[in-house]
């Protein structure tokens, strides 16, 4: 038996995950909460021909609460897109106060699930979920996970297309965070290497298409958002690999970004509390962070390029909730 959550059940991303979540037949119970729309979205998911018992719940009534009730998965999508010209950190503002109150729901409701985050800035929103459980004493590193899974689908993606293979064979490790120049892909690790035609000039060109493929969809929604599909898609493979992992399935990885203790900041060679690392995920949520393995110079100067800007966004985060005097 496995229960599910989306919180943020109703907007652009979570409508088509908590779709593909109930398609998932491991999954038996899913429950959406938003504060908006969730009886409709749950109503409407309920008449699909899988094993998940749908619940929808809005704020009224202890929603939260209830949404989260036996949860051993919860994906949080919930909180505001980018319009063009902003960056994901234009977002702190609003989301973070949205990200730290459904936090504290799942430390009274939930504290043992495991935890996707989704909502923007992630180089922020995960640490703000860390700090809201350790002060409810319930923070497990092990059970917490900012997604950075689109990314790996993107690199995939355009590796695919560059080398004419099946997208769907083709695995690129990203690591490091989820915005800009804190995007890492790792193509000299890709399963499918790159033509050997390929010039410096077209290696920065896919760099950076990979690091800023978020803002190539929202300049071409036009003010309507950000990426949702690719991003649901995303979302439930990534939850897809920790129900299976959970349910005993061994040697699941996948990039994601994860609290670092000091074991694993010798791994990766890395001072800083959260990144985006290659994580062996087992029952217990991560298993192993993986070592980056070798990496070419030109990546070692991409890793070096995104650590000021990890750090300053996961200390805002941190902070934004040790600094708080607001009762959690
Ligand atoms: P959206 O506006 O379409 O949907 C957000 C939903 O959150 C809305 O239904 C809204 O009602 C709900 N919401 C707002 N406050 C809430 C609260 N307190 N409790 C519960 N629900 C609440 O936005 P979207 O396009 O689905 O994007 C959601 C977030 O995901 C954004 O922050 C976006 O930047 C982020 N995102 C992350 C990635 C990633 O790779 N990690 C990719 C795409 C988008
Ligand atoms: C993405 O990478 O598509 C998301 O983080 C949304 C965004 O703001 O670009």
Redesign the pocket.
């Known amino acids: 038996m496995v229960k599910a959550v989306v ?8 409508q088509p995950l908590a779709l593909l979540l109930k398609a998932n037949p491991a999954i038996t119970a899913l429950g959406l ?5 969730t009886p409709g979205v749950a109503a409407d998911l309920s008449h699909i021909a899988t094993p998940a018992k749908v619940e929808g719940y809005l ?1 009224p009534d202890d929603g ?1 609460a209830k949404t989260l009730k036996g949860a051993d998965v919860v994906v949080i ?6 319009k063009p010209g902003m960056t ?1 950190d234009d ?1 702190f503002k609003i ?1 973070a106060g ?1 990200v730290r ?2 936090a504290t729901g799942i430390a009274k409701n939930s504290p043992k699930a495991f935890v996707l ?6 180089n922020s929103t995960v640490p703000i979920v860390a700090e809201v459980f350790k002060k409810h004493g319930v923070f497990d590193p092990k059970r917490l996970f ?6 790996v689908v993107r690199a995939s993606t355009f590796v695919g297309e560059l080398t004419k293979s099946d997208p769907t064979s083709v695995v690129v490790p990203v690591v490091g965070g ?1 915005s800009g120049v804190t995007i890492v892909p790792l193509l000299s690790q890709s399963s499918h290497p790159l033509p050997s035609s390929f010039s410096a000039t077209d290696l920065d060109a896919l760099i950076n298409r990979i690091q800023f493929g ?1 803002d190539e969809v929202v300049k071409a929604k036009d003010g309507a ?4 599909l690719s ?1 649901a898609y ?2 439930a493979e990534f939850a897809n690999k920790v129900v299976r992992a959970i349910k005993g399935e061994k040697g699941i990885v996948a990039p994601t970004f994860v609290h670092l203790d000091g074991a694993a900041k010798k791994t990766l060679g890395v001072e800083l509390d959260f990144f985006s690392a290659k994580v062996e995920l087992g029952s217990e949520g991560v298993k192993t962070i993986l070592p980056l393995g070798e990496l070419t110079d030109k990546e070692k100067g991409l890793v070096a390029a995104a650590l000021p800007e990890l750090q300053t966004s996961i200390e805002k985060g941190e902070k934004f909730i040790t600094e708080s005097t607001q009762k959690l």
């Open positions: 919180l943020g059940a109703a907007g652009g991303i979570g909460y938003d504060i908006v729309n704020p939260l999508p919930a909180g505001v897109p980018r994901r977002l989301n949205i109150d459904l985050v989704i909502s923007n800035p992630v900012g997604v950075t899974t689109l990314d989820h978020g958002g950000s990426a949702t991003m995303a979302g």
